[in-house]
């Protein structure tokens, strides 16, 4: 079983970089690491990067997982290949505009692109936001996908991700101790349905809620907290139809609750999304 480490990036056409550059930092508050060719790279932490937009389809996603060592990474390859998975190996040249050692790509059922990859490169620099949204690091990305249950049984048999609770037919999966870094919503779109960030606290969350308000973002759904990893929440509408989220306080299961712990099953109501009422103007989260 291929065992993920973490979640590294996610990589994003789109028709327009310096729009979605002037969204990245004045919007969501990332910080511009750099600018290669017709791509713009963003950090949220002290990794090199978390998230790039690059000049093309805006319905041209991949999410990127580290992998602990290039045995790891070979070893994948081989499982991914006994699978019947097509599995390309990162040129030299892809290589090094994703800041890694080496890196294989696949595509899940649903059809969405995934990065393996080994030896991310963090940065020496200091994480230096663009301005104080609180973020504290890039967390995890919903996916959309056409049957969750066979997409569930993809990443938790091969990808080695766990299910901490469902709502309706989606899951959530952990890769670590944190309640999911992975979300699976019913969709017929294929490729990542949100972004999340963490941040600092809810004050963060409520400061974001009256500027982007100010600023005239749509936001989609919150504040609220989620009652299944109990995170405070806000998402909000991002270029080409992307949805970013900020969140805080998502709850985590230990190694010591790991050997009892039991998903629970969460009904596909509007109150499973939200503990608090509030309704999300989200297609993916719509019951």
Known sequence: MINLW?????????PDVEAATRYACDVVGLELGRREGKAAYF????RDHTLVYFEGDPKDHTV???????????AAASALDAAHIEVRTGTADECARRAVGAYVNFR?????SIDLVVQPHHSGARHWPSHDTGITGFSHIGLCSADPARDETFWTQTLGAKVSDRIGAAPLLRIDEVHHKIA???????GVQHINHQVDSIDDIMRAWYRLQKAGVRIVFGPGRHPTSGAMFLYFEGPDGMVYEYSNGVRLITPE?????????????????CMWGSKPDIAEFKV
């Open 43 to 46: 950090r949220s932490d002290a």
């Open 184 to 190: 699976l919503f019913p969709s017929r779109r294929v």
């Open 257 to 273: 609750q790991e050997p009892g712990y039991q998903p629970r099953q969460f009904p596909a109501t509007d109150s499973s999304f």
């Open 6 to 14: 973490d979640i590294r990036y996610v990589r994003l056409g789109t």
């Open 108 to 112: 899940d059922p649903n059809g969405s």
């Open 64 to 74: 990127g997982f580290e992998l602990r060592s290039m045995e790891e990474l070979q």
